[in-house]
């Protein structure tokens, strides 16, 4: 090939990738449901990892009582030379509650707060070390004990959803 016709350029995407693969990546997954469900058992099986080691599992009565918190592992996962930054958010309290009225805003709140931040700091002059806290995926475990699922999807539905099509309940609650 002439010297006169290369530019380099068709050498960028490995010259990304071998960038993306040596700085690792980032990945939220986000667990939602009631207590009980599985979630820890498939996110310690997905990843081959303990994140939930310390945990202090909640009597009945202290399960009624408990709100939703959010709660965030991390672990650093390292397979075949590419580094992954894992963090798990869990919800404990979602939909454990008698009255789970308003159990999906904390969610719905800390998913936004994640976003907004991520935006103010690309946004930002200094956007080398961006730590990416953004929730990649959630899980959300529906009980096969329930009362059912349409209740249970009710925050899931847009906002306006038309009567009768069985979103009509939207934000109205988890159960």
Same mark, same amino acid.
């Given at each position: 090939? =002439? ?13 990304? *990738? ?30 081959l990892t303990d ?12 399960? +009624?009582?408990?709100?939703?918190? +959010?709660?965030? *592992?991390?672990?650093? +996962? ?17 939909? =454990? ?12 709140e800390y998913i ?23 929730? *990649? ?30 979103q009509e309940h939207?934000?109205?609650?988890? *159960?």
């Open positions: 090939m =002439d010297d006169k016709e290369y530019v380099g350029f068709a050498t960028l995407p490995n010259q990304v *990738h071998r960038k993306s693969v040596k700085k690792g990546f980032d990945f939220t997954l986000m667990v939602a449901g009631e207590s009980g469900l599985g979630k820890s058992t498939l996110v310690n099986s997905l990843f994140l939930y080691r310390d945990r202090k599992l909640l009597s009945a009565e202290e399960r +009624i009582m408990q709100t939703v918190e +959010i709660t965030k *592992h991390a672990v650093d +996962i390292e397979e075949k030379g590419v580094r992954l930054r894992l963090t798990i958010v869990d919800t404990p309290g979602f939909g =454990d509650a008698v009255n789970n009225t308003d159990c999906w805003k904390p969610v719905a936004d707060q994640q976003f907004e931040q991520y935006f103010r700091d690309e946004s930002g002059l200094n956007r080398k070390n961006i730590q990416d806290n953004r929730v *990649h995926c959630c899980l959300y475990f529906i009980s096969p004990f329930g009362h059912g699922y349409g209740p249970s999807l009710r925050p899931l539905a847009p906002p306006g959803a038309a009567k009768g099509t069985g939207q934000g109205q609650g988890c *159960h």
